[in-house]
């Protein structure tokens, strides 16, 4: 269990909230960390290149020039893939990259990475309260009082965010928001900087808790 010093929207110290996640054992963590990244970025692979093989090669369908006589190697079409315009041997073809992963696994690898990232989380109570209207120039702000390094990749997770928060947010490439119960390993592992609403925390031993 995890004690994580809460801050509210001016950057002051508010209360404390507990993270209490169930991990790996350090023998197996990094394996199992790094199968689900390994699973996470596979599936996301869309596995649709494709190439012509000889037969599927428009054309083709005569012989270019007769057997013998002309002292060139012999051909029996334009297609073959010793030609230029052929078939491609042994080229990709459409299929699935993705790899499995059992429910369980995947669960206890997200807790494991969030837990490891105890040092960089930082915890709000009222995240983006005062916005009243969209405004990154307020979240970036916001951010700098509560000691978040906007030039770093920054991850916030919040429970629900309001339609202000997210357009606020979409306008900065290296923060990425994710809601409580849509969390992932990759983007835990990926950020320099967590930040998680108060409501989050709740969320995620709800949802995640073992």
């Known amino acids: ?98 790899l499995d992963m059992n429910r369980k696994e995947r669960r206890l690898a997200l807790r494991t990475a969030l837990m490891s990232r105890i040092s960089d989380i930082k915890t709000v109570t009222d995240f983006g309260s005062t916005l009243k209207v969209p405004k990154t120039k307020e979240v970036i702000e916001g951010l700098t009082r509560l000691g978040v390094d906007k030039t770093k990749k920054v991850l916030i997770i919040l429970d629900n965010p309001t339609i202000e928060i997210k357009k606020s947010i979409n306008n900065i490439s290296n923060i990425k928001l994710i809601l409580a119960n849509q969390l992932n390993v990759f983007d835990i592992l990926n950020a320099n900087q967590i930040v998680i609403g108060n409501s989050a925390i709740e969320k995620i031993q709800e949802v995640y808790g073992s």
Request: proline share 5%.
């Open 1 to 98: 269990m995890a004690s994580l010093e809460s801050l509210n929207w001016n950057g002051k110290k508010s209360d404390s909230v507990d993270l209490n996640l169930k991990v790996a054992k350090d023998s197996s963590a990094g394996d199992l960390i790094h199968r689900a990244v390994l699973r996470q970025l596979a599936n996301r692979r869309q596995g649709t290149a494709s190439t012509l093989t000889r037969s599927e090669v428009r054309g083709g369908g005569r012989k270019p020039y007769k057997q013998k006589g002309t002292g060139r190697a012999r051909q029996g079409s334009i297609r073959t893939p010793l030609r230029p315009g052929g078939g491609i041997i042994f080229g990709p073809k459409p299929r699935s990259y993705n």
